[in-house]
């Protein structure tokens, strides 16, 4: 598969989706790690769009749940891995059901879901390699053709451009982190709890990394904790050994997670920063950074688990439960 | 102040909502507990609502996110419990100067937040006592009376008369549960992680127990996991020894509770269950069963919560940093 041939699949689903008769609501349903990449969709439509208002469900949520407003002026974009997650099979099938037009992310179009969707697009994971196919990248050149097409959008060239050279980019910035990714397999190794802390379209890596990575891949407590929410509650349980990893992104949220840094620094010794400032962005347009931040944050979080991993012991690729039983 | 006289404060803020030309959108923002409250009135919206979309934020997510959609025909929901929580305040301001229009919950009317949005409408704070003056018993009569006259939602009475009994009820359901409640501060004062899951519009109680109860004021780690996404991450973190307090509602999203609890009980011995299904609700008209349950698993868990600090010998009212510095 080549990126032209995802950037037709794209094509068709736009003509698709500009045939939406007052096409109002963009539905996004997935569960999570896919669910997680839905996250930084809604920061985009929020900030982008004025026409269209949009939302993210775990899977099971959106067809238990069953919004009233679900119909066919809706448009809802599923996401599964391997195309085989029942929730989002299904959710791709009440969608369609209730006249919705639906679009799949999926690896394998022939899978359950990517069958299950009026337009499939596929995209290619490679957790520790970035690249332009991954779903991250084509969910931003979906969705601001979407934006180009329906509002005049204008960004799409220059995110476009920004995500043509994501390999380059993080390949870079994880290099940059190689003495910090170290010092933290063995700095962290033995903790038993982890909180993350981000806001805006950081907020889903930092929920993968949480959920995903510490939790299900590494059996290690978490928690993401929303930077703005931070002061609310969560903050109480810093102390001098509480680790918290927090993203610094270039979006417009930044100044919460700066906010929650500066009060968790005063407190604890555990503080692991990721700072996008940073990243050499140098050779992406600047309209591209508020958007691809996201996606090299998914990367750069992924050398660090792979060093945790090696250092306790436990790969990334053990579980207890998942895909070993029925549940 | 009586119940009579929020009931107007509603039907003001009802007037003021229906002369709204083309209204299209909620935004409900707050921070915390607030916060907390808000995720229930997606819910309803969500069931109920054919033409209003709505959406939940952190206040200083939504100001610094600033929706591109925001605007004269967007009503905005705020609420803080004194009114002072400042980015509560300028969410309501932001949300103003943009053509929104404001209605805020609070217990002090003469604060901040109360003289910075349009309407104001005020709630009593009674955490261990229920009473129908509560602000999640306000947030429902409110909405329903909004999708009465607009929509012609025929439920409010219903749901009104449920609100009208809830001193009772709470009563009764915290009293059948006092041995469960005494064993809990006795199993679980020395845990240092506890979890709480939940989904639909019991995930509000399910947050505000985890990040206002656990971490803020028992300064125990926690998360409060989706039941629907548990199974896509978090499950892998089960043992025997895991403490996760499940919420089995009366939601439409009971089966992704009753799921997630059977697998947990497979692999956990440490599960607290609250199942709104031994609740003695035959005095509320069936209708609210959907609504108010979420209030009642508020009322519950505070008081699990009031013995675990007496068993702890850790008041509630105890903090580290909020309130007693700069941040």
Redesign the interface.
Known sequence: MKTSDIDQQIESAISAVMKVNGL??IYFVA???S?ALMMPNK?LI????????S?VY????FV??????LGSDSLVVVSSMGGT?P?TVEAAEFARKHGALTVGLTTDPSSPMGQAVDYCIEYELSPSQANDKAAACVFLKLLFRLLAEKEGNEKYQQVATGVSKITSVVDSVVASHADRIRDFGQQYKRE??IYTMA??SNYGPAYSF???IL???Q?????AI?A??Y?????????FDTPIITLLGLD??R??EE?ALA?SRK?SDRNIVLDAKEFDLSSLPEVSHEYVTQIIFGYLLRAYANRLAEDKGHPLTV????WKMD?
Chains 1, 2 share one sequence.
């Open positions: 109002k609501d569960c999570g790690g669910l920061y929020d900030r982008e769009s004025k026409t269209l208002s939302e775990n899977s099971a949520e238990q749940r069953a919004p009233a407003r997650t929730e038993s709890v806001s805006g949480a959920i995903c939790m299900e891949m059996w290690i407590h978490s928690n929303h703005g929410e002061f609310h509650g969560p903050f109480e349980i810093t102390d417009a949220t100044p919460q906010r009060f407190f579980r207890r439960y998942m549940y």
